[in-house]
């Protein structure tokens, strides 16, 4: 009890020396945290009845820190490593990607090079035991199995697998090892001319991953690049900043940071970015936030590319990590952003009410912000200049300069249900599993697709809901036909091929990525300033 007492007693002592502002304001924060430590003590000690004082003390933290903002969190020793690996771009496993499909976990992937490859998984098994366990039927789900396959570095876990055409069991012991997480999702040229690049997440590795894509671009022969932020909520602010110095010429401004508590820190481009010159178009959406909207927002203030897509989610918030003495942690918000025009970007909040925060993007869906630009009212005092004179607006995210609308077309309420039911994701992995031999000879997108195209699958896709007692509604397959049969090759090509070619294939008709290349192509990539005005 003393240890969690002391733990609830450091953070507060945190928030009082990061927000005190006079001695006599400090005395009384001090007070106040000391009135609560003896508080604890006293339920300790005298309560009629026997308290656990570690529930209590893990379900006091995030409440204080809910009253502060929406991103200042806390996070619990077990959960604390997990929360950091993925940013820090790997984790210890056995290198799978797995799915649970009728209440068995398959292998829908090996990661090349893992330690399930070197022993010999492969994509299609089945795992039915873990270390001699059962581990199939209702009672698994995604983070059980997750936590039984992840582990230490150097330790083992032994499988029992079903494999096709296999009638034994077939048993692999793996040694867990490094499995690299990758930021780049996918890079390639379209149309030979322009450098695609889709980055999920800003981590350790992003900023070396990109430059190694850029290398490969420009190797190619690339004349522009497209940087897709779409999906992307944040990361490392470093990360962004490295990145966005590759396409800034030296001295521009690329971010600053202030705080109550934080002096005004500003970062600058270095002058040594290898596509300074390179015609840029950066894509976003409405979950792009954090370290997103840093690069997209130095971009844009400094008139250097074009912003495509949907305006951005809106946090202009840092967190700092302090770790505690029990292996949890909190990030605490010490300050905000701005770009380079001076705008924070952080959409309004209230403190200690998180629940209509969190409700925003529900909200703009409704309003119809994502399907059409003038439902999207800008705070007109919240106005800023771009480095060439262009209005732009804080106050809530990051306004393209060329918006897109998400694309409904398609969309039936039969389609609604297959997804609903998850059909979509079922049905193509069955057809995987099945014809996985067959599937096997086409090795790339363009190839696979052909084969496809020739097999019938929406039908096999309408039997299917059929039997899962969806209604067969001839009008709605008809009008969602292409957006269905989209979805079926796309996840079929995914199973077999892995992200690269399943975006690959997204992109020949996301109507996001067809404006990024017409804009390139038309050469227009740097905003134009209407001088009427």
Not at 511 to 532: F, N, Y
């Amino acid at each position: 009890m003393k240890v969690q007492r002391n733990r609830l007693h450091i953070i507060l002592a945190v928030l009082v020396c990061m927000s005190f502002a006079a001695c006599t304001e400090h005395e009384k924060h001090v007070h106040s945290t000391n009135k609560l430590s003896t508080i604890l003590q006293v339920i300790g000690s005298q309560y009629v009845d026997t308290v656990d004082m570690d529930e209590i003390v893990e379900k006091t933290i995030p409440k204080v820190l809910a009253e502060l903002d929406p991103h200042s969190v806390y996070i619990p020793a077990k959960d604390a490593e997990e929360s950091n690996q993925e940013l820090r771009g790997s984790f210890s496993g056995i290198g799978i990607q797995f799915m649970i499909q009728s209440d068995t976990i398959y292998v829908s992937d090996v990661i090349h090079g893992g330690p399930a490859e070197k022993v010999g998984l492969m994509a299609g098994d089945r795992i039915v035991t873990i270390d001699d366990s059962l581990y199939v039927g209702k009672k698994i789900s995604n983070d059980g199995a997750m936590k039984r396959l992840k582990g230490p570095k150097g330790s083992e876990v032994t499988l029992g697998i079903k494999r096709h055409g296999e009638e034994e069991l077939l048993s692999y012991t793996i040694v867990r090892g490094n499995i690299p997480v990758k930021s780049v999702d996918a890079s390639y040229l379209i149309d030979d001319r322009w450098c695609y690049i889709k980055i999920n997440k800003f981590g350790e590795t992003t900023y070396p991953e990109m430059l190694m894509a850029l290398a490969q671009g420009i190797q190619k022969g690339t004349q522009g690049c497209i940087i897709d932020l779409r999906g992307n909520t944040g990361g490392y602010m470093g990360a962004s900043i490295q990145m966005v110095n590759e396409f800034l010429p030296k001295g521009e401004m690329i971010v600053y940071t202030e705080g109550e508590n934080a002096p005004r820190y500003e970062e600058y481009a270095t002058g040594g970015g290898s596509c300074q010159n390179m015609p840029l178009v950066v894509l976003t959406d409405e979950t792009s936030a954090s370290a997103s909207e840093i690069f997209a927002g130095a971009i844009q203030d400094n008139d250097r590319g074009t912003i495509i897509g949907r305006r951005t989610f809106g946090k202009g918030l840092v967190q700092q990590p302090i770790e505690l003495e029990d292996g949890s942690a909190i990030r605490l918000t010490i300050a905000r952003y701005y770009t380079p025009s001076g705008r924070c970007i952080q959409k309004p909040y209230s403190n200690g009410h998180n629940e209509e925060y969190e409700l925003d993007l529900l909200n703009r869906y409704e309003h119809g912000e994502f399907f059409t630009q003038d439902s999207i009212k800008q705070d007109e005092s919240l106005a800023y200049q771009t480095k060439n004179g262009r209005t732009v607006y804080g106050g809530g995210g990051i306004m393209p300069d060329i918006f897109v609308p998400q694309d409904t077309a398609g969309y039936t309420s039969y389609y609604a249900e297959i997804a609903k039911r998850g059909l979509f994701t079922q049905f193509p992995f069955q057809y995987t599993d099945a014809n996985r031999a067959k599937l096997s000879q086409y090795t790339t997108m363009d190839s696979m697709l052909a084969y496809l195209k020739t097999q019938n699958l929406l039908e096999q896709l309408v039997q299917h809901a059929t039997s899962k007692g969806v209604k067969r509604r001839n009008n709605h397959i008809a009008k969602s036909r292409d957006v269905m049969e989209d979805i079926i090759y796309g996840n079929i090509i995914y199973n077999m091929l892995g992200m690269q070619e399943y975006v690959k294939y997204l992109n020949l008709t996301d109507p996001v990525v067809l404006k990024a290349v017409e804009v390139l192509d038309a050469g227009l990539s740097r905003p134009q300033v209407d001088k009427r005005k």
